[in-house]
């Protein structure tokens, strides 16, 4: 690899030094180097201003934490551009190269020295009775949750047009095999290991009996159908894409949920296999 973009989160990185040091020990070694902090544009969500990115591009550094990492898979998703993590936070399973580690994790890069792990995302679609629709995609997972008072959420949930259950619940969390060790592992869901194609279907704290989680496969159409609240009230209700993008909904919206056709590629240099990693995370 010669061409290289830095992601930021600069509130993890003081001064930024681990940013700097990136570029210019890349740069050092003759190769091409961006950086990216997210302070020229306000306007963007996360911290990836993608008319910085250049075509030649072949790999992304993101330092900071999974957080960090999901946010610029979302940004970036059409470029089809590999991604490694750096992780400057709490122990995560995007980011799992250390600072420490970096000279040497770089070199590699350069070397040419590493695995590409692609991972499947999920293409969620919106449709209200207009009929308007809105769609993004996340690599982790969409959360239908409710906002502002505390209530419950009443809504069907259908798998390729079937209704699967009828839930009255905080919410749930449709994931992919990368985002089973995320929200949907607090909420009772399975670890699965990432590379597989299978859809996660968790239900946050229902008020009923039907709290286990469900796998479906990868080809399934999930759709989440929002009822009326108690009294027919209009209940505030919206979908989370991996913890940033947020599309409101409300009584009579569906959400579609199936496999995007996008992966995300996650750079691989280290010879631990994930049920080693998942070991020593539990351990710690």
Do not use: W
Not at 9 to 25: H, M
Not at 124 to 142: S, V
Not at 172 to 188: R, W
Request: charged share 25%; proline share 4%; hydrophobic share 35%.
């Amino acid at each position: 690899m010669d061409h290289f973009y830095v992601i930021t989160n600069p509130s993890k990185d003081e001064g930024l030094k681990v940013t700097y040091f990136v570029r210019d020990y890349l740069i050092s070694k003759g190769k091409t180097c961006v950086i990216d902090t997210g302070g020229d544009n306000k306007d963007q969500e996360g911290y990836t201003d993608r008319s910085k990115v250049d075509e030649r591009t072949q790999c992304v550094i993101v330092l900071g934490g999974d957080g960090t990492l999901l946010q610029a898979a979302a940004d970036l998703v059409d470029m089809d551009i590999p991604f490694l993590g750096i992780n400057l936070g709490t122990l995560g399973f995007l980011a799992e190269v250390n600072v420490s580690e970096m000279p040497a994790a770089l070199d590699r890069l350069m070397q040419d020295d590493y695995a590409i792990e692609k991972r499947m995302m999920l293409l969620g679609t919106a449709f209200d009775k207009m009929p308007h629709k809105e769609e993004a995609m996340a690599l982790n997972d969409i959360v239908i949750t409710r906002k502002g008072s505390l209530q419950i959420i009443h809504f069907n949930i259908y798998v390729n047009g079937l209704l699967l259950h009828k839930y009255h619940a905080d919410g749930v969390i449709v994931a992919t095999p990368t985002g089973s060790t995320g929200y949907s592992l607090s909420a009772g869901g399975p670890v699965v290991e990432p590379r597989a194609s299978l859809i996660l279907v968790s239900p946050i704290c229902p008020h009923s009996m039907q709290s286990r989680s469900i796998v479906l496969s990868s080809e399934d159409t999930v759709t989440i159908e929002i009822e009326s609240g108690k009294d027919g009230n209009k209940q505030g209700i919206e979908a989370i894409f991996d913890g940033s993008h947020k599309i409101p909904l409300e009584a009579g919206d569906k959400l579609e949920i199936k496999r995007s056709e996008k992966t995300t590629g996650i750079i691989k240099l280290s010879q631990v296999s994930f049920l080693e990693s998942l070991h020593k995370k539990m351990s710690d």
